[in-house]
């Protein structure tokens, strides 16, 4: 597959952390949008969505400027604040290496997404 048509596949997918109001029924639920945060009180859970909100943004606007696609992980019922760590390593890699690993993120969200609707 061309380099194009990879990186269209990977934007495909929505940004981690994008609004729930534009991400499908799947990914809401896989970007815990369905749940609260857990252990808090109200007031402190929209602090923590608000940070998370917050600093997803930034990760997500560096590493679209540094590599030119959208960061893309198979979420697997981990928590926004569970992958930060992991989209910031990211930062640190070669695009190749990068291009790679949302590719395959992509075939596994795929393969998850087929097992859940059977």
């Keep these: 597959m061309p380099e194009a048509e990879q990186v269209a ?7 981690l952390g994008a609004p729930p109001e534009l991400v499908s029924k799947l990914s ?12 808090t009180m109200a007031a402190d ?4 969505r ?9 990760l ?3 590493y679209e400027a540094r590599f030119g696609f959208r960061y893309c992980v198979f979420v697997a ?11 910031a390593d990211a ?3 070669e695009r190749d290496s990068e291009l790679r690993r949302a590719l395959d993120a992509v075939v596994d969200i795929a393969r998850a997404r ?3 609707i059977g």
């Design 9 to 15: 596949l990977v934007d495909a997918h929505p940004r």
């Design 28 to 39: 809401f639920g896989e970007q815990g949008y369905d749940r609260d945060v857990a252990g």
């Design 45 to 48: 859970a929209a602090r923590e």
């Design 50 to 58: 608000e940070r998370l909100a917050t600093e997803l943004e930034r």
């Design 60 to 62: 997500n606007r560096a």
């Design 77 to 87: 019922g981990r928590s926004r604040a569970e992958l930060l760590p992991g989209m």
């Design 91 to 93: 930062l640190g890699r």
């Design 114 to 116: 087929h097992e859940a």
